[in-house]
C-alpha cells in the first residue's frame, strides 16, 4: 500500500540554524500539507501546497517558514532559524483531488521529531 | 468555526464493541464528519468520513444522527492496536483543506 515517507525520523539542530525537513507524499496525490505536534499538545495545521504554490497556511506559517516542492516526488518544509519552540512533531500529509474539498481524507507520514537545543 | 465535542478518555475491553461518541451541534449542511485517529508514536490516520448516512468500512462504521447534530465512531471489535486517540472532525465547504485537530478521545483497551 503506497504511503507517505518522511526524513529524518529525528533532526536536533540548535537555535539559529536552518533545516529541512524532507517529505515524500503518495505518487498520484496532488495536494500537499504540513502540520506540527508539540509535545502533549493537539496536531495543528501548518501550510497547504497544491500546483506549486501556498494554497492556506496559519498564523504558524511565518516568514520563518517556506515550502518547496523541488522535483516531482519531494515535498520539503524548511525554517531558517530555528527557536526553541519550534520543537515538535513535524507531520506531512497528501491528499488527492478526486474529492470535494471537505471529503477527501489526508494521508499522513511517520513524522519528523524536531529538538532545537 | 464548526466545532467538536468528544469525551478525553474511554475505555473498552478487547474484542468488544466501542462506541466513541461526537457532539458537532453547529453543523451545517455541507460540512462533512471525519474520523482520524493517531496510534501511539505515529502520524494520524485516516479512518471514515460521512455526510448523512450512515457508512462503513473495513476499519469503523460511522453512525450519524438523523439530526446531523452528533455521530458515533463504532469499532466492532477492539484490539489492543486499536488504543490510539480519536479524533472527530468536521469538514466544512468553505473551510479549505485544512484538517482541524481538536483534543480527541484517548482509548485504551484493556487485555
Known amino acids: 500500500e503506497p504511503e507517505v515517507t518522511q526524513t529524518p525520523s529525528h533532526q536536533v539542530t540548535q537555535m539559529g540554524q536552518e533545516v529541512i525537513l524532507r517529505c515524500v507524499p503518495i505518487s498520484n496525490h496532488l495536494y500537499f500539507y504540513w502540520y506540527r505536534q508539540i509535545l502533549g499538545q493537539k496536531v495543528e495545521f501548518l501550510v497547504s501546497f497544491y500546483n506549486n504554490e501556498i494554497s492556506e497556511k496559519s498564523e504558524i506559517f511565518d516568514d520563518q517558514f517556506s515550502v518547496e516542492r ?3 516526488s519531494n515535498f520539503t518544509l524548511k525554517i531558517r532559524s530555528t527557536k526553541l519552540e519550534d520543537s515538535a512533531m513535524y507531520f506531512c500529509a497528501s491528499s488527492t483531488r478526486d ?3 471537505n471529503e477527501g481524507e489526508q494521508y499522513f507520514g511517520p513524522g519528523t521529531r524536531l529538538t532545537v537545543t | 468555526d464548526a466545532k467538536t465535542t468528544q469525551p478525553n478518555s474511554m475505555e473498552s475491553n478487547e474484542e468488544e464493541p466501542v462506541h466513541l461518541p461526537c457532539n458537532h451541534s ?5 460540512d462533512y464528519i471525519h474520523w482520524y485517529r493517531q496510534l501511539p508514536s505515529q502520524g494520524p490516520e485516516y479512518v471514515i468520513h460521512g455526510l448523512t448516512s450512515n457508512v462503513n468500512n473495513r476499519m469503523a462504521s460511522l453512525a450519524i444522527a438523523e439530526d446531523r447534530k452528533s455521530s458515533t ?7 489492543l492496536r ?5 479524533y472527530c472532525i468536521l469538514r466544512e465547504d468553505n473551510a479549505g483543506n485544512m484538517l482541524t485537530f481538536g483534543g ?8
Open chain 1, 99 to 101: 474529492r470535494g474539498r
Open chain 2, 82 to 86: 486499536d488504543a490510539a486517540v480519536y
Open chain 2, 73 to 79: 465512531l463504532i469499532l466492532h471489535r477492539a484490539t
Open chain 2, 26 to 30: 453547529t453543523i451545517s449542511g455541507t
Open chain 1, 70 to 72: 523541488p522535483d516531482g
Open chain 2, 104 to 111: 480527541g478521545t484517548r482509548l485504551m483497551v484493556k487485555p
